[in-house]
């Protein structure tokens, strides 16, 4: 899970500054705004490894601090549009801010509310978590590392899908776990560049690349020669950059989630109303690797 956690701080942060102010007459001022950053994922439990983080937005000026964004006094709630079902999502003094309730088990093609009042202040927000991505590969999941070459990997091990809609949007997302002085490249620049350095050289491409690499595929699209009559991704392998330590997850992902990628403003893209961020869902896998030279 530690790319998810990752991205997540990494996404944070990024509202943050984008909603923050600057000492630029040109730039806009600042406005506290209610942060939702969180995607509900099919088949699982809304644990505090899925949480929904609420934070305020902080001035572009100020030092960040996670504790300090986090919104304390919340009041939270998911509603299942089917069932009308209510749940009260609560955070933990060890991880302010971060809402959760084990007890909602997250349905595939089912639609959520989500509802966040504070100060006054409520934001709302709704996702309907895509169909079951059925996945199937020789790849163990994320509970074991897979310990790999890159060198043909995609064709020795490739990702077979089969999903019941052909124009559901697939996310490949491909992050490395390693520090930036820790990270080679797997095909470096030249011999005595074989490492970023700096975290900007590591992550500063504007989707964090090259450190995370991303592939947005329509499910119709992931059809190749050499595998007929197959929906496969076999080519994820020319995604890793660097040797040792990488997360890749295979993600079928609403439109929220999918507006909020792509969008130029992705902080106002996100499906929330009176806030911002993003409420979405997912379904899939994500796979640990572990990239050692040839």
């Given amino acids: 899970m530690r790319q998810t ?17 600057s000492n ?10 209610i942060s939702v950053f969180g995607y ?35 009041v939270v709630k998911i509603t299942e549009s089917s069932t009308k079902d209510v749940y009260i999502l609560n955070d933990t003094p060890e991880k302010p801010g971060f809402f959760f309730n084990d007890s909602l088990q997250i349905k595939p093609n089912t639609t959520y509310q989500l509802q966040v009042e504070v100060d006054g202040k409520i934001a709302t927000a ?15 999941e994320s509970d074991t590392v897979n310990n790999v070459i890159r060198t043909n990997l995609g064709y020795e091990k490739p ?19 390693e520090p930036y002085d820790n990270a080679e490249y797997i095909y470096p620049f ?30 119709q699209d992931l059809i190749s020669d050499e595998y007929p009559g197959e929906h496969v991704v076999y080519w994820y392998s020319s995604m890793i950059v660097f040797y040792g330590s990488n997360t890749m997850q295979v993600l ?31 379904c899939g896998k994500i796979f640990e690797l572990m990239v050692n030279k040839d």
Avoid at 9 to 14: A, G, K, R, V, Y
Avoid at 126 to 139: C, D, G, N, Q, R
Avoid at 265 to 273: A, K, T, V
């Fill in 190 to 219: 030249h011999d005595e560049h074989k490492f970023p350095e700096d975290q900007e050289e590591y992550d500063g491409g504007v989707n964090g690349e090259p450190r995370r690499i991303q592939a947005l595929v329509p499910y």
């Fill in 5 to 21: 956690h990752n991205y997540i701080l990494l996404t944070i942060i990024m509202l943050t500054f984008l909603f923050g102010c």
């Fill in 40 to 74: 509900l994922w099919g088949n699982k439990r809304l644990t505090i490894d899925h949480a929904i983080f609420i934070s305020y937005s902080q001035p572009i000026t100020d030092y960040y601090d996670l504790n300090e964004a986090a919104i304390h006094n919340a």
């Fill in 159 to 177: 990702v077979y899908l089969n999903c019941e809609s052909e124009n559901q949007i697939i996310v490949v997302d491909m992050f490395c776990n």
């Fill in 24 to 33: 630029n007459p040109a730039d806009p001022n600042y406005q506290k705004e």
């Fill in 126 to 140: 709704s996702t309907t978590v895509p169909p079951i991505l059925v996945i199937e590969t020789e790849l163990f």
């Fill in 252 to 282: 079928a992902i609403d439109d929220n989630y999918h507006k909020f990628i792509y969008s130029e403003h992705p902080e106002f893209s996100g499906g929330i109303n009176g806030g911002i961020g993003v409420f979405g869902s997912v």
